[in-house]
């Protein structure tokens, strides 16, 4: 009796997983990888943990034929991290593509060649998924330049380039100012060429 798509996928989604998220980490350099990959402490390595548990949950809905939700909050987070790190938006979404490929190289020696209509469907949650988390990527990267836009546009802003921002260069010179008038040192005039 052969197996369905659905069982496969649960029976082999170990070895997947594993490779899927290799497909994530080698985007990083050699050490990160290493640090990514082997902490699976959640509080020591957060972003592996969110790489994994989110593609864990993403990888379960996606294995359900029934029609279930796509962002599941741990995918919500993982997306999140990678609208914060610079990244193009389809090196951020291209992850969920390359499931494909990994689930056809696992399944191939089970002679899942004949189960046309399941792979069609799979392929299809898949598409959808990366639709849906192309969204939520481009969101929170809105999200994130309002933030930064609200900031600097209410002068909250801290200049991460080693400047001073204007409004705490103003309070500076205020404070030499009185501390100049304070001690008696009479502010230097500016000398005009005349």
């Known amino acids: 009796m052969k197996k369905s798509l659905e069982a496969l996928l649960q029976e082999k989604k170990g070895e ?3 490779k899927w998220e290799d497909c994530i980490l080698s985007g990083y350099a050699p050490d990160t990888f290493y640090i990514f990959k082997n902490q699976k402490d959640q509080f020591a390595n957060p ?3 969110k790489i994994r548990s989110g ?3 993403l990888y379960d809905v996606l294995c359900d034929t ?3 939700e796509v962002i599941t909050p741990d995918l919500e987070q993982l997306i999140k991290v990678r609208a ?3 990244v193009l938006a389809s090196d951020a ?3 969920v593509f390359k499931l494909k490929q990994l689930v056809r190289e696992e399944l191939a020696s089970k002679g899942m060649a004949e189960s046309y209509k399941e792979w069609l469907a799979f392929d299809a949650r898949i598409d959808a998924a990366a639709l849906a988390i192309f969204d939520m990527f481009m969101a929170s990267k809105e999200q994130l330049y309002k933030v930064r836009l609200s900031e600097f546009t209410q002068g909250r802003h801290i200049l991460t380039d080693g ?3 204007p409004s705490a260069l103003v309070r500076q010179n205020k404070q030499m100012q009185s ?3 304070e001690a008696g040192v009479a502010p230097e005039k500016e000398k005009v060429a005349g």
């Open 16 to 18: 997947i997983l594993e």
């Open 47 to 49: 972003i592996g943990y």
């Open 55 to 57: 593609l864990a949950e």
């Open 66 to 68: 029934g029609d279930h």
């Open 84 to 86: 914060v790190q610079k």
């Open 93 to 95: 979404v291209s992850f």
């Open 163 to 165: 400047s001073i921002c």
């Open 179 to 181: 501390a100049e008038t």
